[in-house]
């Protein structure tokens, strides 16, 4: 999980460089990053990362749009996952 989580930053810094941070490949490649650092074991940075995607698919996208909807899930899943870890510490 972690490499795909570096390899998934590094694909985003070429796809903000390129595409522009709105569009939908780049918003893909920020959602992927998020969820692998998250499965790297950082939930607290995951839940971070999708507050800020899912403010951005907000706007581009729309409240009604799936990867919207996907970000808000996911955004829920992490913040989860951050009770759980505090839980065991």
Known sequence: AAGAAAAFEELLADRLRVLGPDHPETLAARHNFASFRGEAGDAAGAAAAFEELLADRLRVQGPDHPNTLAAHDDLA???????????TD
Do not use: F, L, T
Request: aromatic share 10%; proline share 0%.
């Open 77 to 87: 899943h992490w913040r989860g996952e951050m009770v759980v870890d505090e839980s």
